[in-house]
């Protein structure tokens, strides 16, 4: 069969993309390789926090608050073509510091957003634990960002395959593409299911966009646990590096994460386990009378440069990789500049062919 465009991968960045191009009119496949429960976007923490997680490079850090200035119209429009509630939710973080040098750390991050126009303010240690009582380790000041959002990354993937579906594009789950033939501006993608027609090609493998798009992504794992935290009220994302906690609507709450260069060993392990428990313990002690109710690990797709590249790389070939720990966050922004890129052929300004030259192998 042949299509206007197919996605190699079915994480939040291969669906978001899909469902754009469906609801342009564009007839789409999705291939991946496993299922939308397997990989690195449903293991995420769903966190939409530009300012918290920025890095140093401007142009990737002006493209993340683009994205999550997109989220409500992008979570809206999903919800009503799924029908689907995704728990999107303007939680607000609360960051602590608890010697000098995290103090430090977060007056630059509080310098850094209230020159960006971002909201934010310093705490003391008791405006801190008035906003979260559970919260009990010795701080020194915390940060709160209260336009720090989340969304449930779970019921985001489930409303996002649905409404790529309603908007007539083929999910294909378990199809791994072996190969691809190109040649005058059309691809066949060859998978056991068959072969799969296309003219535009989009590459969003996350950490296996190495194999058929040549991008230098790597694999890295992160653990976590979720609490079940039935009685105990927290209201915030709290954070204290380099753990998180992410309180749920049904009562649970996210811990995460390790850091782990291990190549594509996706495995929880004891001694990861133990030490995230630790850490959630030590910032809001409560949790040592919950019950731990799940343990997952997912692979986060890494960069050479620590950015993705998103834009076209070669004749109706795009690729969408390397988003790292801002999968989510940057899914709104990358299925548009990628959209636009198979219907208009336009290329952000932010992703040159400079950088793509930095990330491919």
Request: glycine share 8%; hydrophobic share 40%.
């Amino acid at each position: 069969m042949s299509y206007d465009a197919a996605v190699i991968g079915g994480g939040v960045i291969g669906l978001s993309c899909a469902y754009r191009l469906a609801r342009n009119g564009k007839k789409v496949v999705v291939l991946e390789r496993g299922t939308i429960r397997e990989g690195a976007s449903w293991a995420s923490g769903g966190m939409i926090r530009p300012v918290t997680e920025f890095e140093g490079n401007r142009a990737f850090f002006d493209l993340c608050c683009e994205s999550a200035r997109m989220y409500p119209g992008f979570v809206k429009e999903v919800e009503r073509d799924s029908g689907i509630a995704v728990e999107y939710d303007a939680t607000g973080s609360i960051l602590v510091a608890s010697n000098k040098d995290e103090e430090f750390q977060l007056l630059e991050k509080y310098q850094f957003a209230k020159s960006n126009g971002i909201a934010a303010r310093i705490l003391s240690e008791g405006e801190a634990r008035r906003k979260e009582p559970e919260l009990n380790m010795p701080l020194r000041i915390a940060l709160y960002m209260p336009s720090d959002n989340q969304v449930n990354n779970r019921l985001l993937l489930k409303a996002l395959k649905a409404a790529a579906e309603r908007n007539g594009a083929a999910i294909i789950e378990h199809c791994h593409v072996t190969s691809i033939l190109s040649s005058g501006g059309r691809h066949e993608l060859v998978a056991k299911q068959g072969s799969f027609a296309c003219e535009h090609l989009i590459h969003c493998e996350g950490a296996w966009a190495a194999e058929h798009a040549g991008a230098a992504v790597k694999p890295i794992r992160g653990q976590m646990i979720r609490f079940s935290i039935k009685g105990i009220a927290i209201k915030h994302i709290i954070s204290h590096h380099p753990i998180y906690l992410i309180p749920r609507k049904d009562a649970t709450l996210v811990a995460g994460s390790t850091v782990e260069d291990v190549g594509f060993d996706a495995r929880v392990t004891e001694t990861a386990m133990q030490h995230l428990y630790e850490q959630a313990i030590a910032l809001i002690p409560a949790l040592a009378e919950c019950t731990v109710v799940e343990r997952w690990a997912g692979l986060r797709p890494l960069s050479a440069t620590g950015i993705p590249y998103i834009g076209t790389i070669r004749e109706h070939e795009h690729l969408a990789a390397g988003h790292y720990r801002n999968g989510i966050l940057l899914a709104p922004i990358t299925a548009k500049i990628i959209a636009e890129a198979v219907i208009t052929g336009k290329q952000h300004p932010s992703f040159s062919p400079m950088h793509l030259e930095q990330v491919m192998a």
